[in-house]
């Protein structure tokens, strides 16, 4: 099967518990997220998520992704499936990890696997690589806002 992965990274000068709680509170992406304008549903495993991905400059698409990983203030992962498995599969994950005093590491990746990637990996790359950037941004302001 083939796969590409989108790699982030970003330091944020606040708690885990602090991004965590900005992370799953799915509701809320509304107010701050400019990659996931809106988003539902319970940060546990084995719920589906309701998810609008429409960063600027691209079309709105609309998923119901599984979620497979809520450890609490270490690692939210869900999966994405369209209609036809195998052709096109994703896992979208965020690892945070203590980098300091008042200060995480959050680890922002996503694979994509299956059989049309050698097809669209270029594409994959430029528009989920810029959106990503920009969700971190946003995330790391909301954060480091909350402690002023």
Known sequence: ??????????EITASPENVWKILTDLERYKEWNPMITRASGRAEAGARILLRFNPPGSKKNVFR???LVADKNREFRWQGRPRVP???DSEHYFIIEQAGEHKISLTHNMVFFG???PL???????????????????LKERAEAELN
């Open 65 to 67: 992704p599984l979620v």
């Open 86 to 88: 195998f052709l096109f």
């Open 120 to 138: 669209v990996k270029n594409l994959i790359r430029r528009k989920t690589s810029n959106a990503f950037n920009l969700m971190n941004r946003a």
């Open 1 to 10: 099967m083939f796969s590409i992965t989108i790699y982030t990274e970003t």
């Open 115 to 117: 059989l049309i990637i």
